[in-house]
C-alpha cells in the first residue's frame, strides 16, 4: 500500500482532511514503510471510531504505531504481514504461507490444544 492509497482509503472510511493537515500526513506517511500502512490502517479501524468526525492526524497515526509496536506479538504481525501479501502482492504464494502458518504452533500452544 502506497502513501497515496493509504490517505485515500483513511479518507473514504473517516472523510476529508483539511488541505493543511493532508500535506501534514502526506509528509508523515510517505517516511512509513509501504508494508507497514495496511497494518497502520486496520489498526486506526480498531481504535479511532468514525463516531466523532475526526480524520486521523499524525498524531492519531503515530499512536497507532506505537500500539502496534508494543502490543502485537511478532506472531500476530506475521500473520498480518502475510494476509497482505495474499491480498495485495502474490495470492498463490500468500496461500502457500498461510498454510505453513497454521502447521505451526502458536507461542503458548500445547500439544493438547491440537487434539
Known sequence: MTS???IKKVE???GKYK????AVVRQYVAKIPEVELQTIRKQLHLTVSTQYNHVPDVATIEEARKDIALAAPIWVTSEMLIDQ??????P????KLKGLIKK????????EAEK
Open 85 to 90: 501479501v495474499a491480498e495485495e502482492f502474490h
Open 104 to 111: 505451526l504452533k502458536k507461542p503458548g500452544e500445547s500439544k
Open 92 to 95: 498463490e504464494l500468500g496461500g
Open 19 to 22: 488541505p493543511a493537515v493532508r
Open 12 to 14: 473514504a472510511y473517516y
Open 4 to 6: 497515496s492509497d493509504f
